[in-house]
């Protein structure tokens, strides 16, 4: 579990069973109040930013991120029908760069807007 202090930039965490890593920290002090904290936070998923306020009797789980580093081989248009896949399903497949014979496929729709960076 992370409290409110640990939220530090480069921490990813899960809100709303989504990942999320913070770009900004700010911590804030009010004469009265309780202390909170300003993030700028960014979704790993859909990649949009957004501000988020976290008081302190929050809590967040830290998000399980897995980094690898992977080479784009290919895109392979729709499957089969036979398979009762749709024909417009697209597939990107990479590899792993240190051993060539481990690959990997990941749909359209996990990729989302990166797919217009990849060159084989």
């Known amino acids: ?30 004469q009265r109040g309780k ?10 998923i859909s990649g949009k930013v957004s501000d988020y306020t976290v008081h302190q009797n929050e809590s967040f789980e830290e998000a399980e991120i897995k980094k690898m580093s992977a080479q784009f081989i290919y895109k392979k248009r729709g499957l089969s029908a036979q398979a009762g896949l749709p024909a417009d399903r697209q597939e990107y497949w990479f590899k792993n760069p240190d051993d060539p014979s481990n690959r990997f496929s990941l749909e359209e729709k996990t990729i989302r807007g990166t797919k217009l960076y990849l060159t084989p």
Do not use: A, T
């Open 35 to 44: 202390p909170i904290v300003q993030l700028k936070i960014k979704n790993l």
């Open 1 to 30: 579990m992370l409290s409110y202090n640990d939220l530090k930039p480069g921490v990813m965490f899960e809100r709303d069973g989504e990942p999320y890593v913070v770009l900004e920290y700010q911590h804030v002090k009010k």
